[in-house]
Antibody, heavy 118, light 112 residues
Framework: VQLVESGGGLVKPGGSLTLSCAAS????????MSWVRQAPGKGLEWVGR??????????EYAASVKGRFTLSRDDSKNSLYLQMTSLKTEDTAVYYC??????????WGQGTLVTVSS | DIVMTQSPLSLSVTPGEPASISCRSS???????????LDWYLQKPGQSPQLLIY???NRASGVPDRFSGSGSGTDFTLKISRVEAEDVGVYYC?????????FGQGTKVEVK
């Protein structure tokens, strides 16, 4: 099983960035997927999730990112995306792509760093 | 949102000795069927978090049996029966009952 994030980098406040997560080694289309982030030296924060096709691809978000971040997936490409707009300095974090089994975060990517700074 | 509170926030343990971490939730995590929606994760230095325990007391695949989870409702405990050097890192509890998923602050475990 592999989850490989990409797309992180330095962006100015108010800017936009899109993260990608390429999955392999499991049947991506059947899994609920999410993004979890970790600010430098801080704990873990759930960002949002995408249910699988059987559950209507419903997306849900943390209040801190709702209206600014959009989570999407392409099952044909085994990929998960996070479109981030109106970025704030407090969005600076390592963003992990995570797949869930029985409600638990079973597989984690290595993370991609997003730095929001002027 | 459900608030998760861990204690202690740091722990220094002698190899071979036991260790215990407490996690309390602001709401009961006990759901239909008797399942407690509480997981434990370990983030080793420089690594991504890894699942240790799910549904309160079930060890994830490959997790050594020195790790055990217990508790129900709002009070949970992660126990390490005999700490080893490789157990260093930050341990997090997470509730899986409601969205948004919420994590405890983390407990940093150091091995003396």
């Amino acid at each position: 099983v592999q989850l490989v994030e990409s797309g992180g980098g330095l962006v100015k406040p108010g800017g936009s960035l899109t993260l990608s997560c390429a999955a392999s080694g499991f049947t991506f289309s059947t899994y609920w997927m999410s993004w979890v982030r970790q600010a430098p030296g801080k704990g873990l924060e759930w960002v949002g999730r995408s249910r699988n096709k059987a559950n209507g691809y419903i997306t849900e978000y943390a209040a801190s990112v709702k209206g600014r971040f959009t989570l999407s997936r392409d099952d044909s490409k085994n990929s998960l995306y996070l479109q981030m707009t109106s970025l704030k300095t407090e969005d600076t974090a390592v963003y992990y792509c995570v797949s869930w089994v029985q409600g638990a975060a079973l597989y984690w990517g290595q993370g991609t760093l997003v730095t929001v700074s002027s | 949102d459900i608030v998760m509170t861990q204690s202690p926030l740091s722990l220094s343990v002698t190899p071979g000795e036991p260790a215990s971490i407490s996690c309390r939730s602001s709401q009961s995590l006990l759901y239909i069927g008797g399942n407690n929606y509480l997981d434990w994760y370990l983030q080793k230095p420089g690594q991504s978090p890894q699942l240790l325990i799910y549904m309160g007391s079930n060890r994830a695949s490959g997790v050594p049996d020195r790790f055990s989870g217990s508790g129900s409702g709002t009070d949970f405990t992660l126990k390490i029966s005999r700490v080893e050097a490789e157990d260093v890192g930050v341990y997090y509890c997470m509730q899986g009952l409601q969205t948004p998923r919420t994590f405890g602050q983390g407990t940093k475990v150091e091995v003396k």
